[in-house]
């Protein structure tokens, strides 16, 4: 019976400690929606190469900031902007001199349909739509800039009645993807895929008109995988790759 309950005591530690194994070889990320297909194939190419894991989630830059600060079990932050990985730096949840641009993003003005955005933006003054779809500007850089740019058009109070908000810009996107809105402000790189284009008309909008969306990345735990990962993301072989889904690297 002794012998039994060792074996059975031997192999239970034998389970944990594979399981343990497992979990190293795994980091979770949190991303922002617009970077979503450009670190899904950074991410596959870095688990081909090392063969560890990438768990990423995704979602609006205010709202993983919120979480990291609750204790969220990140290991690494890539933000839409500056500003949040910079308070976790300075509020001592991020490391310190981890923070790095890892891209800068467009704003756009999209609709699937063929010809419903000219190029100049002129639909927006005309007002023949029913919903206009932007990220929510307190949680999303990519809503702010899309603010930005009605203010800058003079078309932010006329259009108050028309426009829905996403919490990110991936549910923005989807608001007019599925035509739930006409049109709408996306990021540039989901519409700009080198695997699978998106179909419609946009508006590329000229940087003038808002502030450059430069999104950081910061590391919040001492970890050798995601230390390797954001090393591989800073590599030629990515910015490359983050440059053919419409993105500016610095």
Same mark, same amino acid.
Request: aromatic share 10%.
């Given at each position: 019976m002794k012998?039994?309950?060792f074996?059975?005591?031997f192999? /239970?530690a034998?389970?944990l400690?594979s399981?343990g194994e497992?979990?190293?070889?795994?980091?979770r990320v949190a991303?922002a929606?617009?970077f979503?297909h450009?670190?899904?194939?950074?991410?596959?190419r870095?688990?081909?190469?090392?063969?560890h894991?990438?768990?990423l989630? &995704?979602?609006?830059?205010?709202k993983h900031?919120?979480?990291?600060?609750n204790g969220a079990?990140f290991?690494?932050?890539?933000?839409?902007d /500056?500003r949040?990985p910079e308070?976790?730096?300075?509020?001592?949840?991020?490391?310190?001199?981890?923070?790095f641009?890892?891209?800068?993003?467009?704003?756009v003005?999209?609709?699937?349909?063929?010809g419903y /955005?000219?190029?100049a933006?002129k639909v927006?003054e005309?007002g023949?739509f029913?919903?206009?779809?932007?990220?929510?500007?307190?949680?999303a850089?990519y809503?702010?800039a899309a603010q930005?740019v009605l203010h800058a058009?003079k078309?932010?109070?006329?259009l108050?009645?028309?426009?829905?908000?996403?919490?990110?810009?991936?549910?923005? &996107?989807q &608001?007019?993807?599925s035509?739930?809105?006409?049109?709408?402000?996306?990021?540039?790189?989901q519409i700009k895929r080198?695997?699978?284009?998106?179909?419609?008309s946009?508006?590329?909008?000229?940087q003038s008109?808002y502030t450059?969306i430069?999104q950081q990345?910061?590391l919040?735990?001492?970890?050798?995988?995601?230390?390797a990962f954001?090393?591989?993301?800073?590599?030629?072989?990515s910015?490359n790759?983050i440059?053919?889904y419409?993105?500016s690297?610095?």
């Open positions: 012998q039994l309950l074996v059975f005591t192999a /239970v034998v389970l400690c399981v497992a979990a190293a070889d795994e980091i991303v929606s617009n979503t450009a670190i899904k194939n950074i991410a596959e870095f688990t081909d190469k090392t063969g894991k990438v768990i989630i &995704f979602g609006s830059t205010g900031y919120a979480q990291i600060k079990p290991d690494a932050f890539f933000a839409a /500056v949040r308070l976790l730096e300075k509020e001592g949840v991020a490391l310190p001199g981890s923070r641009t890892y891209a800068v993003g467009k704003v003005l999209w609709s699937p349909k063929m /955005v000219d190029s933006g927006l005309q023949n029913r919903y206009l779809a932007i990220a929510n500007p307190k949680l850089p809503g702010k930005e058009q078309v932010w109070d006329a108050q009645g028309k426009i829905v908000r996403g919490e990110d810009i991936g549910q923005t &996107f &608001f007019v993807k035509g739930n809105a006409e049109l709408g402000f996306v990021a540039y790189s080198p695997d699978h284009p998106v179909e419609g946009f508006w590329e909008i000229p008109l450059p430069e990345a910061v919040l735990k001492e970890n050798q995988i995601v230390q954001l090393r591989f993301v800073k590599s030629e072989t910015r790759l440059r053919e419409g993105y690297v610095p």
